[in-house]
């Protein structure tokens, strides 16, 4: 039941196969089903928390009282405060795959889809964040395809990565004073310096809490791609890789509760949108939000860090939410 011991030995496991079989074994009574997710317990109430980290993890290593290493916070530390709960009726401990990257929610969407809870909070983020809202998100592979050729010898002819540099730098003006958010990344193109390219892609994603802003940025950025093609005589595909809902659902006795859970350990809630697990219940209309569990910075990247000790208050927070939910 001690979080940082858990922290510290799931940190370095690589792998939801291998952090899933470190729950089973430290989880009396866990099942584990096809893809992988992991759960324990029978009731109404769902609390997830996400196997998968963005980058692969390493050995973490200390700095005075910090932990730093990749993924030791998102959601390692999530998992180890679940882990580290008692049993209690009516609630039920899941631990999911496919909640980073392109995992797309799978395993949340499977979990909140066979066990039909009445309520989900997802064990995920910092203390003392409260996700209310869903932050959505529309995930695309774009390419653009060209002839190819000589470089020198068919210069002029169509090149796919100026087509793909140019729309990708008329992307931020598209939601520059909106609450949303463009990202590129992945890009490809080009295999000797000497040869114009035959092909060029990137990873988009358009994050918004708004469902209908959602859509409409995407729908820009789709017709930016267009006519970047147009003007550069090339073709483009479109490959659509995920999307996450966005919306709310979190009913006004889930806040209270949360206010409860940070007053436990002197603090009020950060409430602000978030793309968690909780998401795979508000797309089915599900009463859901996220608890933020520990304290920490550098999330998604490799020097992330956390405060060990700060696992401590967030299991305290997360038992008296719960409390305040009627549990226990």
Known sequence: MDPVRHLLELAPLAGEAERGGYVVRH?????????????????????????DTVLPPASPRW??????????GDNSAGVAVLLSLPSLPGVVRGFTVGGEGLGNLKGARALVAALRPEVVVAVDGYLPGVVDRALGSVRLRVRFFGPGGHAWGDRGSPNPVFALAEALAGLPPLVAGLEAS?????????????????????????????PLLLQSVAQ??????????????????WEE???????????????????????AIGERPLFQPGSTD????????????????????????????????????????????????GVG
Do not use: C
């Not at 893809?35 to 997830?48: A, D, H, K, S």
């Not at 820009?220 to 595909?237: D, G, N, T, W």
């Not at 999307?243 to 006795?253: I, L």
């Not at 889930?254 to 859970?261: G, I, K």
């Open 182 to 210: 463009l990202n590129a990344s992945g890009l490809k193109g080009g295999e000797a310096v000497n040869a114009i390219p035959e092909e060029a892609e990137a990873l988009l994603e358009v994050r918004s809490p708004d």
């Open 220 to 237: 820009k950025v789709q017709a930016l791609m267009a006519e970047a093609a147009r003007r550069h005589r090339v073709e483009l595909s």
């Open 27 to 51: 989880l009396p009574g866990a099942r584990r089903e096809g893809l992988g997710n992991v759960w324990e317990g029978e009731g109404g109430i769902l609390l997830l928390a996400h196997l």
């Open 278 to 325: 909780a998401s795979a219940a508000i797309e089915q209309g599900i009463p859901a939000l996220a608890l933020g569990v520990y304290r920490g910075g550098g999330a998604h990247t490799r020097e992330e860090w956390v405060l060990p000790q700060s696992l401590w208050e967030g299991r305290t927070a997360l038992l008296a939410f719960l409390k305040a939910l």
């Open 63 to 72: 700095v005075g009282e910090r932990l730093y290493g990749p993924g030791v």
């Open 241 to 263: 890789l995920g999307q996450r809902p966005a919306g709310a659902t979190a009913t006004s006795g889930l806040l209270r509760a949360a206010e409860e859970a940070l007053a």
